[in-house]
């Protein structure tokens, strides 16, 4: 009969010869197998000591940006969450009241801004979408919960700290942006 493929063996019941009934060459060569691995480069990481670097292209948990006087660029426009194929964006509209000036750059913010992170698909769309740079995708990770309710992220999670020190670099994503332009 015609094999399928070249790669097939025929099987026979042939009498095994004398180095086969020893079984050690078979041994031995299994054992050179395994010690040639010792010396090669190894293909995983000791995760979490060791971490991988992410493509700069790579889209992570969102940031919601301030600008350099620590104040939120979202203006609750809406636009991200109607360029949101997941639908996992929803938010609530406020107006800027007097004396608020120092926490919003416009006159009107988001007083709720939510992301369903089980519902994200990181497509990165609501970034292409803002007219603000307000919101970006960042290399962080989004940790694993055992409740569901955990992944529904809020402004506490999202908005970077006002400390300049503590602010998130997105000047990757920047650029990356700039450049699909
Ligand atoms: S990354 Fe995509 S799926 Fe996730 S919130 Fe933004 S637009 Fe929606
Ligand atoms: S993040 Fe950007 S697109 Fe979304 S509501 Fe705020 S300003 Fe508008």
């Known amino acids: 009969m015609q094999p399928l493929t070249s790669r097939s063996k025929i099987v026979s019941d042939k009498e095994m010869t004398i180095k086969e009934k020893l079984y050690l060459p078979a ?28 493509a700069p292209v790579y889209r992570g948990q969102h940031v ?27 938010m609530v509209a406020a107006e800027r009241k007097k004396g608020e000036e120092h926490l919003y750059k416009e006159e009107k913010y988001a007083a709720v801004y939510e992301i369903n992170m089980l519902r994200c698909i990181f497509c990165g769309l609501c970034e292409e979408a803002c007219p603000k740079e307000a919101i970006f995708l960042t290399d962080r990770i989004v940790h694993t919960e055992y409740e569901r309710e955990t992944f529904i992220y809020g402004k506490d999670k999202l908005v970077e700290p006002i400390e300049s020190s503590e602010r998130i670099d997105v000047t990757k994503r920047q650029k990356h942006l700039t450049e699909k332009q």
């Open 27 to 54: 041994i031995l060569g299994g054992m050179w197998i395994t010690l040639k691995h010792w010396f090669k480069k190894p293909a995983t990481l000791r995760y979490p000591e060791v971490e991988r670097e992410f």
């Open 64 to 90: 919601l940006k301030r600008d350099d006087q620590g104040r939120e660029n979202c203006t609750a426009c809406g636009l991200c969450a109607v360029a949101c194929p997941a639908e996992a964006i929803t």
